[in-house]
T-cell receptor
Framework: ELKVEQNPLFLSMQEGKNYTIYCNYSTTSDRLYWYRQDPGKSLESLFVLLSNGAVKQEGRLMASLDTKARLSTLHITAAVHDLSATYFCAVDTQGGSEKLVFGKGTKLTVNP | NAGVMQNPRHLVRRRGQEARLRCSPVKGHSHVYWYRQLPEEGLKFMVY????????ESGMPKERFSAEFPKEGPSILRIQQVVRGDSAAYFC????????????FGSGTQLSVL
């Protein structure tokens, strides 16, 4: 059974600082997704990583995928308050219905 | 061009009542997924439907839960005889093909069971 673990689960940081969220998964997959969720809202797709070594950047967020280590990272550069949200990684089960298996999420709070 | 529409946004039911959650996918999308989110948890897969067919229901509880996606109209997730443990946010997602790269999520229905 595919398991996805994120850490940390809670992250409080100061504006302007850098930090990395980690996402480990337990079985072979080369498709990983990062989503953002604001309180009471739906999931917004941030990044789709489709191959080993994939790196994508959007603004202050950068995501990478290492399929050999079964690890993805979401790096935050010079955090701002607007980045406060919960971030989820999800892995494709591949084959069949291709349902997503989600991590528990990282609740990020950026303090002024 | 509307996204995935779910209604109601909030639904309150007493124990033993039925809950019906509706999901209208993006126009032209024939693949629908339902996920459930418990407080402080990630989303968990429930069921995958493709117009009129249930493709994968491995995440659905065996009793009281059912889903459909008729030829015309929205997808419905039905929970009979609700219990407090059913309280959660239920999200629907749709895609034009069987591929998560094209997946769009709705805003969810928050079900509260009193």
């Amino acid at each position: 059974e595919l398991k996805v673990e994120q850490n940390p689960l809670f992250l409080s940081m100061q504006e302007g600082k850098n930090y990395t969220i980690y996402c480990n998964y337990s079985t072979t997959s080369d498709r990983l997704y990062w989503y953002r969720q604001d309180p009471g809202k739906s999931l917004e797709s941030l990044f789709v990583l489709l191959s080993n070594g994939a790196v994508k950047q959007e603004g202050r967020l950068m995501a990478s995928l290492d399929t050999k280590a079964r690890l993805s990272t979401l790096h935050i550069t010079a955090a701002v308050h607007d980045l406060s949200a919960t971030y989820f990684c999800a892995v494709d089960t591949q084959g069949g219905s291709e349902k997503l298996v989600f991590g528990k999420g990282t609740k990020l709070t950026v303090n002024p | 061009n509307a996204g995935v529409m779910q209604n109601p946004r909030h639904l309150v039911r007493r124990r033993g009542q039925e809950a019906r959650l509706r999901c209208s996918p993006v126009k032209g999308h024939s693949h629908v997924y339902w996920y459930r989110q418990l407080p402080e948890e990630g989303l968990k897969f429930m069921v995958y439907l493709q117009k009129e067919n249930i493709i994968d229901e491995s995440g659905m509880p065996k009793e009281r839960f059912s889903a459909e996606f008729p030829k015309e109209g929205p997808s419905i997730l039905r929970i009979q005889q609700v219990v407090r443990g059913d309280s959660a946010a239920y999200f629907c997602a749709s895609s034009p093909i069987q591929n998560n790269e094209k997946l769009f999520f709705g805003s969810g229905t928050q079900l509260s069971v009193l």
